[in-house]
């Protein structure tokens, strides 16, 4: 890291720790600060709404920083306005639902639009998708992906995306699905309403280490699940039963990972200051971003797909195997062939040709990764 | 006069917001205190501006003239965004 960028990541540290703790940032540090490169930082995390909040205590908004506030504030009011549509429609059609992440997240915060959020995920009755389809559809939402992964993702201007999910994990995380099969077992009624569902506490702590955990082993995962972290354990870990958390998380294998991650956030936003030192982990989320980064997914796939051996006989089995496409990755991206097993060895020919024609230079770039990819000590 | 419905009021962070949605031809937001928050309410219906000022006189202490004025300029601000229908 270098030390314009070190200094940009300790002073949003310091904002959002002012911020998420409700105290007012240091009016001298405020106006030494590089604001455009805090203001650049904290974009690539979603955190510029959480980072104006602590400003505006001790000095005039920047003009970028009020209007990423106000945007914030925006979208949140439009997600509250659209969900509650949603939800209604949903108690209508008997469709259960659990909101999920952002949604719930956002109330722990002191400001619910310090909570950047650029989606709205709900779990649905996997055995209603059509029906939930079309209720979105009726409300004027487009139906952008349908049946290929474990969510479905509609929109509707301005920016208001919903992320509608059949099951909480998908295959590539196996540990995870089979420990979330049959999820409405673990979930409490919503006592509010007919059709709605919620963690407890413990269990929606769980559920925020997994799919922190998901993205932080793919393209990574940034500073905004690390605060989202903190600001829920500051709110709640007082009242959790935490040998059943502990228990869960061993069963689930990380709990190595939510004590490492724990620790980095009080660290980096616990009232004792920032005291992050030099700290490998934190960089990794630093430079993930709010979605990750392809340089991460491209790696950490690699590497997963290798099972952490960079021999020449590894990546020579690995290579056969995205020849010959089978299982899951056939299901997901051939389905056709999938149905239709008899007609695979025409795919076999299909595939490279179809490749040569429409990404010979994607196929190009992988080879070359695939080439000199080397473990990281 | 009454709010245009392509915008729509919405409380949150114990705030009242304005919120112009897709259609509305402003994108931006307004954010109100107390009194901005009756006039809005006001608004849900028809009224005129008198009967706006009727009701901010009844929830709120202040001389009349006063309340006028900050009603016209309230209502004046919302028009310049397109958020009064008459």
């Known amino acids: 890291m270098n030390e314009k960028t070190k200094n940009a990541v300790y002073d949003l540290l310091y904002l959002l720790s002012c911020a998420v703790n409700g105290e007012a940032p240091d009016k001298a540090r405020c106006e030494k600060m590089d604001l455009s490169e805090v203001y650049s930082l904290s974009q690539y995390h979603m955190l510029t709404s959480a980072a104006a909040f602590a400003l505006e205590k001790s000095i005039e908004l920047p003009r970028e920083f009020d209007q990423a506030k106000k945007k914030a504030i925006r979208k949140l009011a439009l997600f509250e306005i659209e969900r509650a549509k949603i939800l209604a429609a949903f108690e209508k059609n008997g469709i259960w639902y659990l909101p999920l992440k952002g949604i719930l997240l956002a109330k722990t915060y002191p400001k619910a639009a310090m909570r950047e959020m650029c989606d709205n995920d709900i779990l649905c009755d996997s055995g209603k998708m059509q029906d939930v389809r079309d209720i979105m559809e009726s409300m004027g939402f487009t139906c952008d992906l349908f049946g290929q992964f474990n969510h479905d993702v509609y929109s509707k201007p301005p920016s208001i995306e919903f992320e509608i999910h059949h099951n909480l994990f998908d295959s590539d995380m196996p540990r995870f699905v089979d420990y979330y099969t049959d999820v409405i077992s673990r979930l409490k009624k919503d006592g509010n309403s007919s059709f709605g569902y919620r963690f407890s506490d413990e269990d929606f702590y769980i559920f925020m280490l997994c799919h922190m955990y998901k993205h932080y082993i793919n393209a990574g995962t940034g500073l905004r699940s690390l605060l989202d972290l903190y600001v829920f354990n500051r709110s709640h870990r007082a009242k959790l039963d935490l040998e059943y958390v502990a228990q869960e998380l061993k069963t689930l294998g990380i709990e190595e990972y939510e004590r490492s991650v724990r620790n980095l956030a009080d660290k980096a936003f616990g009232q004792e200051g920032s005291d992050v030192s030099e700290s490998e982990e934190l960089e990794y989320f630093v430079f993930s971003g709010y979605c990750g980064t392809e340089g991460n997914a491209n790696y950490n796939y690699l590497n997963k797909q290798l099972g952490g051996d960079d021999s020449g006989s590894s990546k020579r089995k690995y290579l056969l195997r995205r020849i010959f496409i089978s299982g899951d990755d056939l299901r997901k991206s051939y389905p056709f062939f999938y149905r239709h097993k008899a007609l695979y060895p025409l795919l076999l020919i299909y595939r490279p040709i179809k490749g040569a024609v429409t990404h010979p230079k994607g196929i190009a770039a992988e080879c070359k990764r695939l080439k000199g990819f080397k473990v990281k000590e | ?86």
């Not at chain 2, 919120?19 to 608004?43: D, K, R, W, Y």
């Not at chain 2, 706006?52 to 006063?66: N, Q, S, Y």
């Not at chain 2, 009603?71 to 009064?84: K, T």
């Open chain 2, 1 to 86: 006069m009454k709010l245009n419905p392509d915008f729509i009021v919405h409380k949150m962070d114990g705030e009242t917001v304005l919120i112009p949605t897709a259609n509305a031809p402003f994108h931006g937001l307004i954010q109100g205190n107390e009194s901005v928050e009756v006039i809005l309410e006001c608004l849900s219906e028809d009224v005129t501006q008198d009967e706006i000022v009727d009701e901010m006189c009844r929830r709120f202490r202040g001389d009349r003239a006063l309340i006028e004025e900050d009603v016209a300029d309230v209502i004046a601000r919302l028009d310049s965004i397109g958020a009064i229908q008459r």
